[in-house]
């Protein structure tokens, strides 16, 4: 009987211990981590002067997700975006577009494989490629940035991004 009680107070104690170390957005160490990656992404646009950020949460699944936002560039500026994919231990990729429409869109610049790392890219190389690829005299006003993300191990993650202006 004491064999009985003592593994169960062992199994309970281990599902309490793995459950507090499952990182959920609410979770201190994984906000934690998260201001880091910000403050990382912050670095990489630097001397731009920081805007925003936008923390894109999800939960890690068997099937593989894509997920969307968008970016507007406001006056005629010189704008960086950093990605940061460390909160992520699936396969990643980022892809930019013109516009959301799947018809009408131009990618204009896709990140291999974020995971594990941080990236960043301007405005400037964004509508190089988009004065190229368009034909526009016009400049860039928004970007469509979606994330496909691979399946793997059920775990909640994010993908963070900075933006930045430059004066």
């Known amino acids: 009987m004491k064999n009985i009680y003592l593994t169960l107070v062992l199994f309970f104690s281990l599902v309490l211990l793995l459950s507090s170390t499952i990182s959920e957005p609410g979770d201190p160490a994984f906000n934690a981590r ?7 992404c912050k670095q990489l646009i630097k001397p731009a002067r920081y805007e925003g950020s936008r923390v894109t949460f999800y939960t890690a699944s068997k099937n593989s997700q894509k997920k969307s ?26 892809e ?3 516009s959301m429409d799947p ?16 990236t960043s890219v301007s ?34 993650e ?10």
């Open 158 to 167: 994010a993908i963070v991004m900075v933006l930045g202006f430059m004066d």
């Open 34 to 40: 998260i201001n880091t990656y910000k403050h990382e």
């Open 103 to 118: 018809e009408k869109r131009v990618l204009l610049k896709e990140i291999k494989n974020l995971q594990g790392k941080n």
């Open 123 to 156: 405005s400037i190389e964004l509508n190089k490629v988009f004065h190229k690829k368009v034909n526009q005299t016009d400049r860039l006003k928004s970007v469509y940035i979606e994330y496909k993300i691979e399946g793997g191990n059920e775990k909640n």
């Open 96 to 98: 930019i577009y013109t």
């Open 69 to 94: 936002i968008e970016t507007y560039f406001l006056m005629d500026t010189e704008y960086r975006i950093a990605f940061s994919g460390k909160e992520s231990s699936v396969k990643l990729n980022v």
